[in-house]
């Protein structure tokens, strides 16, 4: 059976793999990782119907947890070792600043969230009994924010990247160096 899902998904999962990694060595290595969690799991699987948009699943969460291990989000005040090497104080405080007033000016419903979860490392569990809210529900706002603040950084700061393609240091043009 997972011979015959590899003959016939495994292309266009690798496409869509690749692109949220834009590295075809990093790519094919989740790919299969998401084959080995496929033969793992695969009697699970009790609609036939439903293969497709479980392996699309099983491929986002596969790409979410190599980006969790690899901890390329950076959102919190302790940088990676990579881009700590590469920043000046003054860079990973402007850094800081600029991610710290665009949360802020976030609505409402992602800002403290996020503030909470990425800059002060509470756990979402507790976020969710702080605003009555379900863990689904602050996952998405994590999600959806982390999405919003995405954008506005790419919209406010002139971005350089180092070898790993990490951001290696923000040259803000909206006026939060100050």
Known sequence: MVEIIWRQFHQQLLVFIY???????????ILQEVFIKVYQK?????????LQPWLYQ??????????????LVIL???LS?????????????????CITLLITNLPDKYNDILMRNDLHGE??????KLHNLTIAAVK?????????LKNKLQACCDWEFNELGL????????????
């Not at 695969?42 to 439903?50: A, F, P, V, Y």
């Not at 951001?167 to 100050?178: I, M, R, T, W």
């Open 19 to 29: 692109s949220k990694v834009n590295d075809h060595a990093i790519a094919e290595d």
């Open 42 to 50: 695969i009697e699970r699987l009790t609609d036939k119907d439903k």
């Open 58 to 71: 099983i491929c986002r969460n596969t790409i979410i947890d190599f980006y969790r291990s690899k901890k």
């Open 76 to 78: 919190n005040d302790s």
């Open 81 to 97: 070792e990579e881009i700590a090497e590469e920043q000046t104080p003054q860079d990973q405080a402007q850094l800081n600043r």
């Open 123 to 128: 756990k979402q569990q507790e976020i969710a």
């Open 140 to 148: 998405s706002r994590v999600i959806r924010g982390r999405e919003q």
């Open 167 to 178: 951001e290696a240091s923000c040259k803000s043009n909206c006026g939060c160096e100050k």
